[in-house]
């Protein structure tokens, strides 16, 4: 397999990729390296990953971040019912307490967690750690030694290797500086929002049905409106909403109806302050740029 | 940007590939061993006799931040491609532009050898520095710096610098408990602790008789306080002085600056335990007291110099300033932003706002409010106890 190769079958996949990212998941695939995106919020990041599991037939295991996350959410937790209920049991029979104690801390009542999940597949999944930013920084020590190693210590219970190296995707927005020493162990790839050439190509995959005038207005409308001062600026998920809205509502071109072009923006334009910021003028006036 | 001459009698590619990774580390990206072997690993899988794809390999592998990854090509076409010599003046010249706008700390790496070139006020800035790190307040008295030296000790009573300092230390005290969102073991807490139930119940035939709890342990806060103490600060600058000697004095983790056209520490000097003579050292230090300001140039410097070891996602920044700056407002705006990427909140105290009809219009100003948690006036001593529930809710 070739880095180009992986692009042309992302791109068969829905999912258009440039140069520079196709290249960074090849080697992330190719090497076993865990793979770090960066960008704004909505260019795709999370997608890649779910294309990646798709391509590979495999499966995705996501872990959520947020702050407060713990080992007991991302790693493993043991099944407190079942432990008591064995114990019980057990202790009727009145089997000495070491030898409980074996027991009930067995791997048959460990509950997996994500990560611990990710290593013990037999095919090697895809570990997508979402917005790894959010976590707290000892969370990161946590994962530094899952990244490495492969590996998990349970007390009770010892080393779990790994059965399969996971793919790692690792994605954040920069909601705080990551600690160097992960950053170190990863490959990475800033993901910017497309160009146009890209942006089209995206819609054409996702929107075979609409026509190229509108689609290109459609784009070209999107770009010019992320140059804006806006809060949050509207990425590709976003565009494609418009479009399926622009499509539904049977529009084929953005200068016919300002007043129902303007209604629409509700696709884009996610906070009150931005809808503020583009009334009807603004946005003929990027209709006319976009045209 | 430095330049690594390409090796012209270099043996194989591993050597001409630990060659370009020197060419980076003396180039500001930090790429190790373990980044050459992985890099060497890289190559083998894409076609080394392609360029671009060389490029796009080689920057996944070494880059470790979007701003390693803008800088890249440059260093790639430098090393691999000759193009070091040749373009030596314009590249420097172009990185050091390029990340004053982008990026306070990396600003001294990316020009590298030819050290802060262009910028008008870096020796004043170098002076600092050192003054700073050197811990004993020793500063060289500045250019700008007007030639009255203020007397800090005729501007207030010693009762109503009383009262500000307890104000500040009850601040101090309040701020300390932000507390965290991880639980660990704790005699009372909010939540069970299952594990640790479970284990000790083993010994009693499963009946959970003695229950542990954990809870959210408390996490103290890191104060930073930041004092502006230019010619339109003069009037608040002791009682603010006295403010940050209480945040001092209460907690060792706390960290206070103070700047006018340079940036000194003076945690060492507020620390001392005589008020008067903490003063004194503070007017012997602050030779450039009352004269113009780089709010933004000290923000930067800031950054650069003490930021990595003093802030973190536990860090409350707090800015005592009127905002008027007389550097361009794109280096606040670009400084607070990169403040606040790692993760410190950030409080501006302006003694203005509590005028009446008083608007943050002033550029600097302006160009700081997107990135502030907090925004308060200042102008009383009741305005900054107002601080404390504020700080309280964190």
């Known amino acids: 397999m070739s880095w180009h190769k992986l692009q042309v079958d992302l791109s068969n996949t829905g999912y258009v990729a440039s140069d520079d990212l196709a290249m960074a998941l090849f080697l992330g695939v190719t090497l076993g390296k865990p793979l770090l995106l960066e960008g704004p919020a909505g260019v795709g990041k999370t997608q890649i990953a779910k294309t990646l599991a798709e391509l590979q037939d495999t499966k995705l295991i996501r872990l959520q971040c947020y702050e407060g996350l713990d080992a007991s959410h991302a790693i493993y937790e043991w099944n407190y019912q079942r432990q008591l209920l064995s114990i019980r049991a057990a202790s009727e029979e009145h089997k000495p307490s070491d030898e409980i104690e074996d027991h009930v801390f067995s791997e048959k009542f460990l509950l997996q967690r994500p990560l611990l999940e990710a290593i013990r597949q037999d095919k090697p999944a895809v570990l997508l750690i979402d917005e790894i930013d959010r976590a707290d920084e000892e969370f990161e020590a946590y994962l530094l030694e899952i990244l490495s190693d492969f590996q998990i210590t349970i007390p009770e219970i010892g080393t779990i290797e790994a059965r399969s190296r996971p793919h790692v995707i690792l994605t954040a927005n920069g909601a705080r500086d990551l600690s160097d020493a992960l950053r170190r162990r990863c490959l990475y790839n800033y993901v910017d929002y497309p160009d146009r050439r890209t942006e089209m190509a995206i819609l054409a995959k996702r929107c075979p049905a609409l026509e190229d005038r509108l689609a290109e207005q459609i784009v070209g409308f999107v770009q010019a409106l992320r140059k804006e001062e806006l809060e949050k600026k509207p990425g590709i998920a976003e565009m494609l909403d418009w479009a399926a809205a622009l499509a539904g509502l049977g529009i084929n071109d953005l200068a016919d109806d300002p007043e129902q072009t303007q209604a629409t923006l509700v696709c884009l334009l996610k906070t009150e302050r931005d809808r503020a910021a583009v009334p009807k003028e603004v946005q003929q006036r990027l209709v006319g740029k976009a045209a | ?394």
């Open chain 2, 1 to 394: 940007m430095q330049v690594t001459r390409f090796p012209e009698r270099a043996g194989g590619p591993a050597e001409r590939l630990a060659g370009f990774m020197a060419h980076l580390r003396m180039n500001g990206i930090p790429a190790g061993l373990g980044e050459t072997e992985t890099a060497l690993a890289a190559l083998g899988a894409v076609d080394a006799n392609r360029i671009g794809e060389v490029r796009s390999a080689l920057r996944a592998v070494c880059a470790g931040d979007a701003e390693q990854e803008r800088r890249f090509d440059e260093l790639f076409d430098a090393y691999w491609l000759n193009r070091g010599r040749k373009r030596d003046g314009t590249a420097a010249t172009h990185s050091s532009r390029n990340t004053k706008a982008q990026s306070g700390s990396n600003y001294r790496l990316a020009s590298g050898a030819t050290d802060d070139d262009g910028d008008a006020d870096t020796p004043d800035d170098g002076n600092a520095g050192e003054a700073g790190r050197s811990g004993t307040g020793r500063l060289v008295a500045s250019k700008i710096s007007t030639i009255e030296k203020t007397d800090l000790r005729k501007l207030m009573t010693p009762e109503d610098l009383e009262l500000a300092e307890r104000v500040a230390e009850k601040i101090a005290r309040s701020i300390r408990d932000r507390r965290s969102r991880r639980r660990k073991a704790a005699l009372s807490g909010d939540a069970l602790d299952m594990r640790k139930i479970l284990r000790k119940s083993v010994q009693r035939g499963g009946e959970p008789i003695e229950l542990f709890r954990k809870a959210r342990p408390d996490r103290p806060v890191n104060i930073v306080a930041i004092l502006d103490v230019s010619g339109s600060m003069t009037v608040y600058a002791r009682v603010f002085l006295a403010f940050l000697k209480g945040l001092i004095s209460a907690d060792r983790r706390t960290d206070a600056y103070l700047f006018h056209t340079q940036l000194v520490r003076i945690s060492d000097a507020l620390r001392d335990t005589d008020t008067m003579r903490a003063v004194n050292r503070l007017s012997i230090m602050a030779k450039g007291f009352g004269g113009g300001t780089k709010i933004g140039a000290n923000l930067k410097q800031f950054n650069a110099q003490y930021a990595a070891q003093s802030i973190n996602g536990r860090s409350v920044v707090i800015i005592l300033s009127d905002g008027y700056d007389t550097d361009p407002p794109e280096i606040i705006d670009e400084a607070l932003a990169r403040l606040k990427r790692r993760g410190a909140r950030i409080v501006w105290l302006n003694p203005l706002k509590g005028w009446e009809g008083y608007a943050p219009v002033a550029r600097g100003m302006a160009a700081a409010l997107p990135h502030l948690d907090h925004f308060a006036a200042a102008n009383t001593l009741a305005d900054l106890a107002a601080l404390e529930p504020w700080l309280n809710r964190l």
